[in-house]
C-alpha cells in the first residue's frame, strides 16, 4: 500500500514539471526539451561541458547576455535575444539535441513574450 502511495506522488510530481508540449520546468526559471534546437538565432558562445548535460542551463543562467541555449552532444551554444517557444526546431527523438530557455532577471524578462 505505501509502494503505491508512493508511485502516486512521484506520479502527480513529474506530472507537473512537464507542460503539454514536452517542456519541463527546471530551476530559476529554466525551461527544456530534448531533440531541439533554435536554428534561427546566432551563437555568441560555445562551452565544452563535458559529460553533464545539465550544466548547458546553469551556464546560460550566469550569463546576463543567455536567453535560450542548445546542447549537441556535449558542446553548449549560449544564445540571446528575443526567443518565444514556438521558434523551436524539433528532431526525430534519437537525436543528441536537447535545448533551453532561461527566464529570469529584470533584462531577462524585458525581451520575452509572456
Same mark, same amino acid.
Given at each position: 500500500?505505501?509502494?503505491?502511495?508512493? +508511485?502516486? =506522488? @512521484?506520479?502527480?510530481?513529474?506530472?507537473?514539471?512537464?507542460?503539454?508540449? #514536452? !517542456?519541463? &520546468?527546471?530551476?530559476? #526559471?529554466?525551461? $527544456?526539451? $530534448?531533440? /531541439?534546437?533554435?536554428?534561427? &538565432? *546566432? +551563437?555568441?558562445?560555445?562551452?565544452? @561541458?563535458?559529460?553533464? *548535460?545539465?550544466? %548547458?542551463?546553469?551556464? %546560460?543562467?550566469?550569463?546576463?547576455? %543567455? &536567453?535560450? !541555449?542548445?546542447? &549537441?552532444?556535449?558542446? /553548449?551554444?549560449?544564445? $540571446?535575444?528575443? =526567443?518565444?517557444?514556438?521558434? +523551436?526546431?524539433?528532431? *526525430? $527523438?534519437?537525436?543528441?539535441?536537447? /535545448? #533551453?530557455?532561461?527566464?529570469?532577471?529584470? @533584462?531577462?524578462?524585458?525581451?520575452?513574450?509572456?
Amino acid at each position: 500500500m505505501i509502494n503505491l502511495i508512493l +508511485v502516486i =506522488i @512521484i506520479s502527480l510530481v513529474k506530472m507537473s514539471q512537464e507542460n503539454e508540449n #514536452g !517542456w519541463i &520546468t527546471g530551476k530559476n #526559471g529554466r525551461e $527544456s526539451n $530534448s531533440n /531541439c534546437d533554435f536554428p534561427q &538565432t *546566432p +551563437v555568441f558562445g560555445e562551452i565544452d @561541458i563535458g559529460k553533464d *548535460p545539465a550544466q %548547458c542551463g546553469s551556464e %546560460c543562467s550566469r550569463n546576463l547576455n %543567455c &536567453t535560450h !541555449w542548445e546542447l &549537441t552532444g556535449f558542446i /553548449c551554444r549560449l544564445k $540571446s535575444g528575443y =526567443i518565444h517557444k514556438d521558434y +523551436v526546431k524539433f528532431y *526525430p $527523438s534519437n537525436s543528441n539535441k536537447k /535545448c #533551453g530557455i532561461v527566464r529570469y532577471g529584470i @533584462i531577462k524578462a524585458l525581451i520575452y513574450n509572456y
